[in-house]
């Protein structure tokens, strides 16, 4: 059975300083994986996905993410944090052949730090 | 364009009173979804509708839920005889149905049981 985790509840990052937000995996084959933000009192926002190809994907709000199969992580990074940033984050992955349901991991709260 | 609306944004009824909570996808988005989100936790797979499959009901947690996509468009979900344990966001999230698209997600409706 697929499963994604995120290790880290919350994190907090000075405003400036580069953040990582950790998400590692378990598919069968190769998977299809996605980041989402969650402001307050609002549904998730889609980040970045990786599908095939370059293990760096960028998205949106300067967001990138590395994709690394060996290690089965795809943790979210930023070089220098907002405190706009603030939010709920959701990793997601599913696999590329078979059960076409989406797993979501249980959130990580990013705290940016003025 | 219109994004996923879902109505009402906000629900306080009875425990034991039956609710109806409304999804509008995006329009021709052939995928939606219906999750539970407790506290800004993580969240709780329900019932996944694509095109004029059977839907995916796995994730239900009890009979007295339901769901009914009409004319694959918009979608309700049914709670009968409420119970406090049901109080959360219900958040609908619409694709164009192949796994590698990401969700686009409604605000959520905040159910409330007094």
């Known amino acids: 059975a697929q499963s994604v985790a995120q290790p880290e509840d919350q994190v907090n990052v000075a405003e400036g300083n580069p953040l990582t937000v950790k998400c590692t995996y378990s598919v069968s084959g190769n998977p299809y994986l996605f980041w989402y933000v969650q402001y307050p009192n609002r549904g998730l926002q889609f980040l970045l996905k990786?599908?095939?190809?370059?293990?760096l994907v960028k998205g949106s709000y300067g967001f990138e993410a590395e994709f690394n199969k060996s290690q089965t992580s795809f943790h979210l990074k930023k070089p220098s944090a907002l405190v706009s940033d603030s939010a709920l984050y959701f990793c997601a992955v599913t696999p590329q052949i078979g059960d076409d349901k989406i797993i979501f991991g249980k959130g990580t709260r990013l705290h940016i730090l003025p | 364009g219109a994004g996923v609306s879902q109505s009402p944004s906000n629900k306080v009824t009875e425990k034991g009173k039956d609710v109806e909570l409304r999804c509008d996808p995006i329009s021709g988005h052939t995928a939606l979804y219906w999750y539970r989100q407790s506290l800004g936790q993580g969240l709780e797979f329900l019932i996944y509708?694509?095109?004029?499959?059977?839907?995916?009901k796995s994730g239900l947690p009890s009979d007295r839920f339901s769901a009914e996509r009409t004319g694959g468009s918009v979608s309700t979900l049914t709670i009968q005889r409420t119970q406090q344990e049901d109080s959360a966001v219900y958040l609908c999230?619409?694709?164009?149905?192949?796994?590698?698209?990401?969700?686009?997600f409604g605000d959520g409706t905040r159910l409330s049981i007094l």
């Open positions: 990786y599908i095939t190809g370059d293990n």
């Open positions: 999230a619409s694709s164009e149905g192949s796994i590698n698209q990401p969700q686009h």
């Open positions: 509708f694509q095109g004029n499959s059977a839907p995916d």
